[in-house]
């Protein structure tokens, strides 16, 4: 039997409550086995200054997942992968066991068009997406959304599905979750500190993450 997987890509600059809440909600939803937190080396659609090092963003995920069946990981990092269209392509040769769905906030599919080759990635593995205040009439009017509509399914039958198929748009909906990384770091700019000169262990890859590696 294949092990059903969400993939929540993101800076996780740093992670907090907010992601874990997210996650356990969509994984209860989906049906879902486990999910991973693919912590990014680079967004290509976010500047690098005020970035924190790899390993204090990896740290921060492994933290908050916590006794949860989520798996934080920097496997971008030794795919040498720096899109989202490539990175599942790995996962999927890589790990041909498992059935993936791709999990974003609302906020993600209103530029969602801007991504390389959005397209291939909806006909790759189905997406959810979770409503995120202040981000789902944009959503809802993108190009992207435009596209995908007419994929739309609900939680209910996804969970039934006895294979996935793609392209699929599950529209999730929950309780409004008010924390945010941006905050965080408006609070404490340098929240990272806590963890220089640190190094933890990837628990997908079993690779060794030191803080000079990033540096």
Known sequence: MLLRTGLLGGSFNPAHGGHRRITRF??????LDEAWWLVS??????????????VARL????KQARRAPIVPTAIERELGTR??????????????KREFVWLMGSDNLAQFHRWK????????????????????GAAMAS??????????????SFRKRGQWSAPALVLLRFDPDPRSATAIRRANADWASDYRGAAVR???TFSLIQDREDA
């Open 26 to 31: 969509t994984i209860d939803a989906l049906g």
């Open 41 to 54: 080396p680079g967004n290509p659609l976010k500047p690098r200054k005020g970035m924190a090092p790899l």
């Open 59 to 62: 740290k921060s995920a492994e």
């Open 83 to 96: 899109y989202t269209v490539d990175t599942i392509r790995a996962l999927k040769r890589r790990y041909p």
């Open 117 to 136: 080759r959005w397209r291939d990635i909806a006909r790759t593995m189905p997406i959810a997406v979770i409503a995120r205040p202040g981000y789902n």
């Open 143 to 156: 190009p992207a959304m435009a596209w995908l509509r007419r994929y739309t399914v609900s939680a209910a």
């Open 202 to 204: 990837d628990r997908l």
